[in-house]
T-cell receptor, first 113, second 112 residues
C-alpha cells in the first residue's frame, strides 16, 4: 500500500524567502514521486518527478526536491519565492509501472509582498 | 502540442439530473484517467483506461457513475442521477509511458 502525507495545509512565505513544502511517503515498493502545482481553476501541472535516478531532482520554475529514503521524504524547495508561485501544491506517489497515483491533500502556498 | 481538453469547464445542475463530462486526451496517449477532486483534497482516481478497455474501475461508484472510451481516444464520464455530494472538480489525465500524467483543466460540477 502507498500513501502520502503533506505537512501543513497552508504555508506563507515572504517574497524572496525560501520555500519549503513537506512531503512524506509510505510505499511497499520503490516509489516514484511527483510534485504537481495547481493554479486556481486550472488542472495540475507537473513540477518535477523522481523515478529512481538522481536523488536531487530539478524541476521547472526553479523548484527542486530531494528523495531521502532513510527519512521517506520528498520535500519541495525553492531558494527565493516569487509572487507567481502562489498556488496549491500536491505530492504524489506511485510504484514503477503501476500507473496509479496516490495524492496528498495538498499545501496552499501564499507569497507575501 | 495541444494538451488534455475537457468540456464543459463549469456545470450547474439540480440534484437527480443527469450530467456528462467529455475529455480528449493528448494525441497518442493510450492511457486515460478520470479523477475526482473534492474541495481541499487531492485528486482520487475513479477509472483508468488502456485504449478502450477500463483496466481499473474499482473506485467508480457504479450505481450512478458510468464511463466510456469508444475507439480508444476521447472519453465521457456520466453521472445519473446526480447527488449533492457529487459537487466537485472532475479531472481527466492522459499518459503514454505511465510515469507522467498530463492533466486537463477539469470540470467544476455544482449540484443544487
Amino acid at each position: 500500500a502507498q500513501s502520502v502525507t503533506q505537512l501543513g495545509s497552508h504555508v506563507s512565505v515572504s517574497e524572496g524567502a525560501l520555500v519549503l513544502l513537506r512531503c512524506n511517503y509510505s510505499s511497499s515498493v520503490p516509489p516514484y514521486l511527483f510534485w504537481y502545482v495547481q493554479y486556481p481553476n486550472q488542472g495540475l501541472q507537473l513540477l518535477l518527478k523522481y523515478t529512481s535516478a538522481a536523488t536531487l531532482v530539478k524541476g521547472i520554475n526553479g523548484f527542486e526536491a530531494e528523495f531521502k529514503k532513510s527519512e521517506t521524504s520528498f520535500h519541495l524547495t525553492k531558494p527565493s519565492a516569487h509572487m507567481s508561485d502562489a498556488a496549491e501544491y500536491f505530492c504524489a506517489v506511485s510504484g514503477p509501472g503501476t500507473y496509479k497515483y496516490i495524492f496528498g491533500t495538498g499545501t496552499r502556498l501564499k507569497v507575501l509582498a | 502540442e495541444a494538451g488534455v481538453v475537457q468540456s464543459p469547464r463549469y456545470k450547474i445542475i439540480e440534484k437527480k439530473q443527469p450530467v456528462a463530462f467529455w475529455c480528449n486526451p493528448i494525441s497518442g496517449h493510450n492511457t486515460l484517467y478520470w479523477y475526482l477532486q473534492n474541495l481541499g483534497q487531492g485528486p482520487e482516481l475513479l477509472i483508468r483506461y488502456e485504449n478502450e478497455e477500463a483496466v481499473d474501475d474499482s473506485q467508480l461508484p457504479k450505481d450512478r457513475f458510468s464511463a466510456e472510451r469508444l475507439k480508444g481516444v476521447d472519453s465521457t464520464l456520466k453521472i445519473q442521477p446526480a447527488e449533492l455530494g457529487d459537487s466537485a472538480v472532475y479531472l481527466c489525465a492522459s499518459s503514454s509511458s505511465g510515469d507522467e500524467q498530463f492533466f486537463g483543466p477539469g470540470t467544476r460540477l455544482t449540484v443544487l
